[in-house]
């Protein structure tokens, strides 16, 4: 008798407690990159309505002009990888003097003394050299073995091989050549061949014009050769229709008041670029680098976008930016895009302040262009949590329930928040898994403090969708 006591009590403690309960965090965006400057999406759609490459450059860069560069910009030195030693082959002469093999594989190293030492590949001693050591390619560019951290440097490249002792250990490979040819090797790793010739030319003076303003002085190179300058693969990134598109517009940069600028460019806008400042928090602001409406970048792929993790997952990835538990990530002020300039990250012990790239980073967003929604939905069985009446569920407003429905006892209730509620009176659908599909079953109103409460009169799996964003299932047995 007391064990079947006992079984009752805590079954009936078991049916009142939550059988299901979930969180979601749903990031609606736009975009793909940094947002400044000019968007390549967006030059693909003006070039396939008949704009040339001036008016797309023209567009992106307020103010500018196409000036031309006298000289040939001289020489470029791309910084191809460090690593402990470098091994290349195609080589016809080291030092300016002597004679190399161009079928042999050599192997340079660093000294203790900072000397450059080369060897054959069977280890026989070349010599030592002063850094940098120059490596004269032979017929058809260098050739480097291996890969970097961040860019495959397997390939052959146009130019001379510098070979130089690194600041902190082992020797860095350099490729130096010409700005053109550098360029040639750029502009089909940065916008696909296939696009039309307007687009890809605007990618040849925005990449030229980059290469000129962003030289560095002092690190022994002047670009990467990833990401944080731009993307070069050397000859295996020449292309037939990016080479005619370098040819066609030689010797042209992308000017202001007479001056090379920083043409900063990115994947998509969404619709829209934004303020240097606002994506690049510290930048000076550029009359050049203003927002500015982008209307044909919807070929992209990422003109809009929906990321969601569950809490815990964002948590985990915002790390200790959060205090306490999270709760929600608040948008303090977006930029003219509207890109998020400064949010907080809001846990249940306080608030952290932080910007919309740092969100961007840690979330993997992306862009900052986002607005962020967390629903959160708990099952309960029975009647563990009492629903209300229909004309009290959700803070006096009725959910849009056929009267006949509400005859029946419920077998449970589906709760939670949304964050943040936009509009005062606002509704969430409830929806019912059957199987194949969701069926959505009735609306509920959303209280001004973002709660929802309804009732249920079958089991299954439900979820809830406010406006567009859809909450996380939760299930009912």
Do not use: C
């Not at 003394?113 to 390619?137: H, M």
């Not at 008041?257 to 510290?282: A, C, H, K, M, Q």
């Not at 005062?424 to 079953?441: E, T």
């Amino acid at each position: 008798m007391r064990h079947t006591a006992l079984l009752a009590a805590l079954f009936a403690l078991f049916a009142a407690a939550p059988v299901h309960a979930a969180s979601r965090l749903v990031v609606k965006g736009a975009g793909f990159g940094h947002g400044v400057g000019m968007s390549q999406y967006g030059a693909y759609g003006f070039a396939e309505r008949g704009a040339d490459h001036g008016r797309i450059l023209r567009h992106y860069y307020s103010g500018t002009r196409i000036g031309m560069l006298a000289g040939g910009g001289g020489q470029v030195r791309v910084l191809l990888k460090t690593a402990r030693r470098i091994v290349f082959t195609n080589a016809a002469s080291v030092a300016g003097s002597r004679r190399l093999d161009p079928a042999k594989r050599y192997v340079a190293t660093r000294r203790l003394s900072g000397a450059i030492t080369l060897r054959s590949a069977s280890g026989r001693d070349l010599g030592s050299y002063a850094s940098p050591l120059t490596i004269t390619g032979a017929r058809g560019g260098f050739q480097i073995n291996g890969r970097s951290g961040f860019a495959a440097v397997d390939g052959r490249y146009r130019g001379n091989l510098q070979i130089r002792a690194s600041a902190l250990a082992g020797v860095s490979a350099i490729n130096a050549l010409g700005l053109d040819d550098y360029i040639r090797g750029v502009v089909a790793g940065e916008m696909p061949s296939g696009w039309p010739q307007a687009a890809l030319r605007a990618q040849a003076v925005a990449a030229r014009t980059y290469a000129l303003a962003t030289s560095k002085e002092g690190d022994g190179f002047d670009q990467y050769a990833d990401t944080r300058s731009q993307v070069y693969n050397g000859i295996a990134g020449e292309t037939a229709p990016t080479d005619e598109a370098v040819a066609a517009t030689a010797g042209e940069i992308v000017t202001f008041e007479g001056r090379p600028i920083v043409t900063y460019y990115f994947s998509t806008s969404g619709g829209r670029t934004e303020d240097v400042e606002n994506s690049f928090l510290g930048a000076e602001p550029k009359p050049y680098l203003r927002s500015v409406e982008d209307p044909h970048d919807d070929a992209s792929p990422r003109h809009r976008w929906t990321i969601q993790m569950s809490l815990r997952s964002a948590q985990r990835r915002l790390g200790g930016l959060v205090k306490g538990r999270l709760v929600r990530i608040k948008v303090l002020s977006r930029g003219r895009s509207p890109r998020v300039v400064r949010a907080q990250v809001v846990g249940t012990r306080g608030r952290t302040s932080v910007s919309g790239p740092t969100l961007r980073s840690r979330l993997g967003l992306y862009d900052t262009w986002a607005r962020f929604t967390v629903i959160t939905a708990r099952a309960r069985r029975g009647d563990g949590d009492r629903p209300s009446s229909p004309g009290t569920a959700t803070g006096g407003a009725a959910p849009r329930l056929a009267r006949a429905s509400m005859l029946r006892v419920p077998v449970g209730t589906i709760a939670g928040r949304v964050d943040p509620a936009i509009a005062q009176r606002s509704w969430v659908s409830v929806q019912r898994w059957n199987g194949r599909r969701w069926i959505a079953r009735f609306d509920v109103a959303v209280s001004v403090g973002g709660r929802y409460a309804a009732p249920l009169r079958t089991s299954g799996l439900y979820r809830v969708v406010y406006r567009d964003v859809v909450g996380p299932s939760v299930l009912v047995r």
